[in-house]
């Protein structure tokens, strides 16, 4: 089955600086691989997502690249902000529709002000 | 629209008791995924059910069950808790209306309930 790695575990970044979360999968049949982002106290939130036939994405702030033949996909975070600091999860599923996500083990970001 | 709601929020229980959990998704969501957290393993896909039926089992024992009622609604079930099931249980709620615009069915997900196991 599907298993996705997720580097670094943690994170800490200055303020307005950028932050780049990495993230491998196993199964080359995956083809959606959303970014989830969770607040203290809080379930996961889908900040931003990417299929296998775009090789990136942007929505404001943050982008995510997707690499099918390195099978790895990347959040980036740019002008960081104090609000930005969570945990964010990764996950790719093999099948669009009805498989399960297999997410990785997140990593906490920390922005320092 | 409100969000997935999950009751309760906290639950302390003892070893060997059992449990259960409720969820209701968002008005409309047929489908209710149940994932377990813990700082270790991270988010693990429990199961999921559409329309009152099991679609999708991950890998925990049979001590892990649940149900989906005709209104969506769902609950699981941990029977004989053991101390490495104090975790936060998240139940995300889809709508497959939407994944024919989106691709894929996106997941929302509640509060999660917060279990401890003394």
């Known amino acids: ?113 | 629209k409100a969000g997935v709601t999950q009751t309760p929020r906290y639950l302390i229980k003892t070893r060997g008791q059992q449990v259960t959990l409720s969820c209701s998704p968002i008005s409309g969501h047929r489908s209710v995924s149940w994932y377990q957290q813990t700082p270790g393993q991270g988010l693990q896909f429990l199961f999921e059910y559409f329309s009152e039926t099991q679609r999708n089992k991950g890998n925990f024992p049979g001590r892990f069950s649940g149900r989906q009622f005709s209104n969506s609604r769902s609950e699981m079930n941990v029977s004989t808790l053991e101390l490495g099931d104090s975790a936060l249980y998240l139940c995300a709620s889809s709508s497959p209306g939407l994944a024919g615009v989106k691709g894929y069915n996106e997941q929302f997900f509640g509060p999660g309930t917060r279990l401890t196991v003394l």
């Open chain 1, 1 to 113: 089955g599907e298993n996705v790695e997720q580097h670094p575990s943690t994170l800490s970044v200055q303020e307005g600086d950028s932050a780049v979360i990495k993230c491998t999968y196993s199964d080359s049949a995956s083809n959606y691989f959303p970014w989830y982002k969770q607040e203290l106290g809080k379930g996961p939130q889908l900040i931003i997502d990417i299929r296998s036939n775009v090789g990136e994405k942007k929505d404001q702030r943050i982008a995510v690249t997707l690499n099918k033949t390195a099978k790895h996909f990347s959040l980036h975070i740019t002008e960081t902000q104090p609000e930005d600091s969570a945990v964010y999860f990764c996950a790719a599923t093999p099948n669009s529709g009805n498989t399960p996500l297999v997410f990785g083990k997140g990593t906490r970001l920390s922005v320092i002000a």
